[in-house]
């Protein structure tokens, strides 16, 4: 039997997408994102690094 690699066990870099690339990227952020993303900026003490209305891959990149 050849030895095959489970995807759903090894999951490689390459599956990983751009959120530029996401089907659904402009769509506004979620409700988990944006409690995550004011938990930042509270914690950083810059409440003006939260913004609202952004979608859902700006998002994504900002950490």
């Not at 490689?12 to 959120?19: F, G, R, V, W």
């Amino acid at each position: 039997m050849a030895d095959r690699k489970n995807p759903k066990i090894e999951a490689s870099a390459d599956i990983e997408k751009d959120p530029e690339d996401w089907v659904s990227g402009d769509d506004p952020m979620t409700p988990a994102q944006a409690s995550y993303l004011k938990t930042l900026a509270e914690q950083a003490h810059d409440p003006d690094a939260y913004a609202d209305g952004i979608s859902k891959a700006e998002a994504s990149k900002t950490h």
